[in-house]
């Protein structure tokens, strides 16, 4: 069994979300978890990621590594903040409504980067996605799509005319997106300032293996 497979069937046989999991050159397993969402609601967790969840993860895959024979120098499973990546499918069906910045692997109207409420488009079965822009977002789309179009008119028109690209939104497919993340929202008290369900993620939540998580240095 590879590292990814053994990291995939740990987390989320112990009833947590892995989020992302990612190895570096030098041989450090940074693991990101997070908590399933509420099933009886379908509803994000209200609860955060704290060090409790990260040491009970730690012990876990230090032993399941080791018996599977995956090498590794450190291993470190925080929560993943509060800008949590959306990575597969069912990321983005669990923060549909949320706020998220949207990074495109191709260009689309002269940009990248995009910024709004993400929204399932109706009857994709979860295939299709569409961001709504915020006013700002949308007032500087359309001035660069303006600007566009009085200096190139034919590769303007082209633009315009491209299935997935609207002046207050922007309809999209993941295999378009290289990025996209949760707008990061801080409310001291515990809650969304939107009074609206928020991914809880405590920052900077995270064990590093080589911490001595009894009594030890915690991250």
């Known amino acids: 069994m590879n590292w990814q497979s053994a990291v995939q069937r740990t987390v989320t046989g112990l009833g947590y979300d892995l989020v992302d999991a990612e190895k570096s050159v030098g041989g450090l397993l940074r693991v990101f978890i ?8 379908g509803q994000v967790a209200e609860r955060f990621i704290n060090v409790d969840d990260c040491e009970k993860v ?26 949590r990546p959306l990575k597969k499918a069912a990321d983005y069906a669990r923060f549909a409504g949320a706020q998220i ?12 980067k995009y910024r709004g409420e993400l929204q399932a488009q ?21 001035t660069r799509a303006a ?12 633009a315009s005319a491209a299935p997935h690209g609207m002046d207050r939104a922007l309809e999209f497919s993941l295999e378009e ?3 996209a993340r949760l707008v990061p929202v801080v ?13 809880r993620a405590a920052p900077g939540a995270g064990v590093n293996s080589d911490d001595e998580v009894d009594g030890g240095r915690i991250q």
Do not use: I, M, N
């Open 187 to 199: 409310d001291f008290k515990g809650r969304r300032a939107d009074g609206g369900d928020a991914p």
């Open 101 to 112: 910045e949207l990074t495109l692997k191709l260009p689309f109207k002269g940009r990248k």
């Open 34 to 41: 997070d908590h399933l969402p509420d099933a009886a609601h």
């Open 177 to 179: 997106v290289r990025e």
């Open 58 to 83: 730690t012990r876990q895959l230090q032993h399941v590594l080791e018996v599977e024979g995956c090498a590794y120098e450190r291993l470190e499973v925080s929560s993943p903040g509060l800008d």
């Open 147 to 158: 600007r566009r179009a009085a200096a190139k008119p034919a590769e303007a028109d082209s």
């Open 122 to 142: 109706p009857g994709q079965a979860g295939t299709g996605w569409r961001l709504l822009l915020g006013a700002e977002d949308a007032k500087g789309s359309a």
